[in-house]
């Protein structure tokens, strides 16, 4: 059986959170929108379907998870999920934060404005609480 390792796009652009059931939990290094992405730990996925039918479920569990800890953190206007994988080939689900004044506006936040990392107090702050808020409804461990 093959081993999972995080495709190192994913794992140059974002930080980790915590392990779900299924999926890693990462925070994308780009303090521009509140931004996580989850990766399921299954070796050579890059489709949702390709997963078995538990962990479809549970990936979506967690998307779920992770919509509500965003909309408890930041009480945005929109959350936007999205599984692209157009650059990056690993099945990963974008779980963004979305705000009428963000630089995006309501458009797609590719492309807009270049990512813009988070300073390292507000980077450590971010992931703690999205973690704790994470763990209050199931499990997070620490990776």
Same mark, same amino acid.
């Given at each position: 059986?093959?081993?999972?390792?995080?495709?190192?796009?994913? $794992? &140059?652009?974002?930080?980790? =959170?915590? !392990?779900? #059931? @299924?999926?890693?939990?990462?925070?994308?290094?780009?303090?521009?929108?509140?931004?996580?992405?989850?990766?399921?730990?299954?070796?050579?996925?890059?489709?949702?379907?390709?997963?078995?039918?538990?962990?479809? $479920? &549970?990936?979506?569990?967690? =998307?779920? !998870?992770? #919509? @509500?800890?965003?909309?408890?953190?930041?009480?945005?206007?929109?959350?936007?999920?999205?599984?692209?994988?157009?650059?990056?080939?690993?099945?990963?689900?974008?779980?963004?934060?979305?705000?009428?004044?963000?630089? &995006?506006?309501?458009?797609?936040?590719?492309?807009?404005?270049?990512?813009?990392?988070?300073?390292?107090?507000?980077?450590?702050?971010?992931?703690?609480?999205?973690?704790?808020?994470?763990?209050?409804?199931?499990?997070?461990?620490?990776?």
């Amino acid at each position: 059986m093959a081993q999972f390792d995080l495709h190192p796009t994913l $794992a &140059a652009d974002t930080v980790p =959170i915590g !392990r779900l #059931q @299924l999926c890693r939990a990462l925070l994308m290094n780009d303090h521009t929108y509140p931004w996580m992405i989850l990766v399921p730990e299954r070796a050579q996925i890059r489709e949702i379907h390709q997963l078995a039918a538990s962990d479809r $479920a &549970a990936l979506m569990d967690e =998307i779920v !998870r992770a #919509q @509500l800890a965003l909309d408890e953190i930041y009480e945005p206007d929109k959350l936007n999920v999205a599984a692209l994988g157009n650059a990056v080939p690993q099945l990963h689900v974008h779980v963004i934060a979305r705000f009428r004044s963000d630089p &995006a506006g309501m458009r797609p936040v590719w492309g807009v404005a270049p990512a813009a990392p988070y300073a390292p107090d507000a980077l450590r702050q971010t992931r703690e609480r999205i973690a704790e808020t994470l763990r209050r409804s199931g499990p997070c461990s620490a990776i």
